[in-house]
């Protein structure tokens, strides 16, 4: 399983992204998808995560009201819209999927077996 991140790029604070996650050749259904970025200097940390239907969605505090995880099972791809962009959502963007249906029980944070490359995002004036 290969996980494909697109969407990224240079924005100016307050505007929006919306990056995708797909798996060329490859059914999503039945797996649960997290997003997470890497500032430079940072670690990793949790943004996002949707369960394999759509139906249940967790947000990181900071991005809480402006991104938004969805996903077309039709299409085999999830989302990540980010609006109102800020310059600290700077930084590499990574899709996950777990071989489970449902997010972490911490709601984002734990184990995921296939990570993508990662989309750069960066958020400036």
């Known amino acids: 399983l290969q996980l494909v991140e697109s969407g990224g790029g240079l924005v100016q604070p307050g505007e929006s992204l919306r990056l995708s996650c797909s798996a060329p050749?490859?059914?999503?259904?039945?797996?649960?998808i997290g997003w997470f970025r890497q500032a430079p200097g940072k670690g990793r940390e949790g943004v996002a995560c949707?369960?394999?239907?759509?139906?249940?969605?967790n947000y990181a505090d900071a991005v809480k009201g402006r991104f938004v995880i969805s996903r077309d099972n039709g299409k085999q791809t999830a989302y990540l819209q980010m609006n109102s962009l800020e310059t600290e959502d700077t930084g590499v963007y990574y899709c996950a999927a777990r071989v489970v249906s449902g997010c972490p029980s911490g709601g984002i944070l734990g184990s995921y077996d296939w990570w993508g490359q990662g989309s750069q995002v960066t958020v400036s004036s």
């Open positions: 050749g490859f059914a999503l259904d039945w797996y649960a």
């Open positions: 949707i369960n394999h239907s759509g139906e249940s969605t």
